[in-house]
């Protein structure tokens, strides 16, 4: 795409930047912030934490269903690498790897001796990485079939980092369903998240971003992660329904049971023949109870908790979905 830049300011023809070589400013438009997306602003700027009611009996119950249906154990393997040292090396050889040269690998399942067993605080490195009490952790164990059980000797950490994520995974369905988030009072978040700076040429976690600069975003220019955002916003462009949009900042974390989520999308819509006048939108991928690209369900779930929070303290009208698309945000948004 060609590109033409000034010695003052990153500019381009078509309103795509690429590779700037300085530093840009990504202000807010005050006008747009103001007049369109203030209402919504004042609704999600609140900042909540969340308490949770889990049932220890039903996470006892649901997670050794888990690990019984799921737990495999891979055996600990002995991994042998043959080589030939070279007649003369020097010092850098051995520095660079090419002191010898690499012959065969030889793969051999290790079976571990009861003698050479090395002791494991096996419940309370599971309790650790679960943060459930111990107590629990052997309520859990209790519960498993013998056989499952008996994989711990197979590979003790691989079984101990597979039981603790599955424990995490049950917990997590659970808190989603028995979730209350709580107003913090004088907490909110300040519109300056929104003043931000960018460099393609520095920044390696946004050097596949594009920057456009398009007349509904409250800031000057868009930074996008990839071609699904990109075509979404150019949709909301084109759609007179909506009257202002942001692509949430990082700084904006919504706290989760499975950590923290920072949602897509903040929208305001014209009011007419529109269930939600505001909507929270989430792009990462397709919507299943598996969850979106790399979101946890987890994490779906306890927004959908807060943005129910947020209408009650607020008499607001948010909205929060999956949308891939521009169309699939409408079919929850209109009437």
């Not at 900042?47 to 737990?71: H, P, Q, S, V």
Request: no cysteine.
């Amino acid at each position: 795409m060609k590109t033409i830049f000034d010695d003052i300011i990153n500019e381009v023809t078509d309103g795509y930047i690429h590779k700037p070589s300085k530093i840009v400013e990504n202000k807010l438009k005050e006008d747009k912030f103001d007049d369109d997306f203030k209402g919504l602003w004042d609704i999600i700027r609140q900042k909540y934490i969340y308490k949770i009611n889990i049932d220890t009996d039903t996470l006892i119950k649901n997670a050794a269903e888990e690990i019984n249906k799921r737990l495999n154990i891979t055996s600990a393997e002995v991994i042998i690498k043959k080589g030939i040292q070279h007649k003369d090396i020097e010092k850098t050889d051995v520095y660079n790897n090419q002191a010898f040269t690499e012959g065969e690998i030889e793969r051999k399942s290790y079976e571990v001796n009861k003698d050479e067993f090395a002791e494991y605080d096996m419940v309370g490195l599971i309790a650790a990485k679960t943060n459930i009490k111990r107590s629990t952790v052997i309520e859990i164990l209790k519960n498993i079939d013998e056989e499952k059980f008996k994989l711990f000797q197979k590979n003790p950490e691989e079984y101990i980092w597979k039981v603790a994520n599955i424990i995490n995974e049950s917990k997590n369905i659970s808190a989603s369903n028995n979730i209350e988030y709580i107003k913090l009072e004088n907490e909110k978040y300040d519109e300056s998240i929104f003043e931000t700076t960018f460099s393609l040429e520095h920044d390696e976690d946004i050097k596949d971003s594009l920057y456009k600069k398009l007349k509904k975003n409250i800031q000057v220019y868009l930074v996008t992660d990839s071609q699904v955002e990109r075509d979404f916003a150019d949709e909301m462009e084109t759609n007179k329904a909506v009257k202002v949009y942001s692509k949430l900042p990082s700084e904006y974390k919504i706290q989760t049971p499975a950590g923290d989520y920072t949602p897509d999308w903040a929208v305001a819509f014209d009011s007419k023949d529109i269930k939600y006048i505001y909507f929270i939108a989430e792009t990462k991928g397709q919507n299943n109870r598996s969850g979106i690209a790399d979101l946890p369900q987890a994490k779906i779930d306890a927004m959908s908790q807060l943005v129910k929070a947020m209408n009650q303290d607020n008499f607001g009208n948010v909205g929060y979905g999956i949308a891939v698309t521009y169309q699939d945000m409408w079919n929850q948004v209109h009437k």
